[in-house]
């Protein structure tokens, strides 16, 4: 995943993820858990960090997250959540456009839309 590769190594100046930010307490409270695979688990991760602190280290490099409204694996509520807490990380950091968020009205899927995003949004920042 994207998000996790880029928040561990920080010779990746771009990151863009697709249909995986999720904020795990929300994953939990919306019984989607059994979504994932075991991936996606990292044993007492939850008791250190939120997946939004955890994309917190990638700041103030690029980052933009797609995502789908309808999307069981990544609850919409989990998603704003994260997406406060990035856009004041990234004001912090001196980078406010460094972090977006776009939801579109679709479930777990790759849009044209979105791989549109995704590729101008790399050609922004590169």
Known sequence: MAWWLAALDS???VCVDIC???DFEA???SDGLGGHGFYYY???LMKYFSTST???L???RAHLSLAGRHDPLTPELGL???DDYLKAVYRKNGNPDGWQLKCYDVAHQETFEMR???IDFINLWL
Do not use: F, M, W, Y
């Open 11 to 13: 010779r990746i100046r």
């Open 20 to 22: 995986c930010l999720t």
């Open 27 to 29: 994953l939990i409270e």
């Open 42 to 44: 990292v044993p007492a």
């Open 54 to 56: 955890i994309n917190e």
């Open 58 to 60: 990638i700041s103030p």
């Open 80 to 82: 704003l959540k994260i």
């Open 116 to 118: 549109k995003a995704a």
